[in-house]
């Protein structure tokens, strides 16, 4: 028996808006947050193709059919005084698993870092995903457990923005 074909990484392109929400739509599911994904594919257009792309996407297929995705956009370090690149999200689909795809990605991700002169490649990742985290020691990842993402959405944001200073 034949083994399968490595995963083809291509930029993703404005006729893959819908794909791409519907792959942000299930690792919202497989994150146990669907309800938090209200993006649409008219705000995908703006944020990915508009005159200032705030991310980048990345498609991984396998055999021709879509399996995974990486989602990311450039960060600053002002300690390491030079861009990063941040993954907001990275997703391969349950029947894809286990072939290579994850790595694929994060490999792609990290030489992008390094061809564009970044100073790190970071990203966050749910407390309970274990099999996530056990994913990025082995690629060599550590935690920064010092540190506690901090939020402001929503109202909160509203409220703040329309504060007096």
Request: hydrophobic share 50%.
């Amino acid at each position: 028996m034949s083994q399968p074909a490595p995963p083809v990484l291509r930029p993703a392109r404005r006729d893959d808006l819908p794909l791409v929400l519907a792959l942000i739509g299930e690792l919202a599911g497989y994150e146990r947050l669907a309800d938090e994904a209200v993006a649409t594919v008219a705000d995908l257009e703006g944020a990915l193709f508009g005159p200032r792309p705030a991310a980048e996407v990345v498609i991984a297929e396998c055999d021709g059919q879509p399996a995974g995705f990486a989602l990311f956009f450039v960060s600053f370090s002002t300690f390491v005084g030079k861009p990063g690149l941040y993954l907001e999200d990275l997703f391969v689909r349950p029947p894809f698993r286990g072939r290579g795809v994850g790595r694929r990605l994060m490999v792609h991700l990290a030489r992008l870092a390094v061809e564009r002169g970044y100073g790190r490649f970071e990203w966050s990742v749910l407390d309970w995903n274990t099999p996530a985290i056990d994913f990025y020691r082995r690629l060599g990842a550590r935690p920064m457990d010092a540190w506690t993402v901090q939020r402001l959405d929503g109202e909160a944001l509203q409220a703040l923005a329309a504060a007096v200073p």
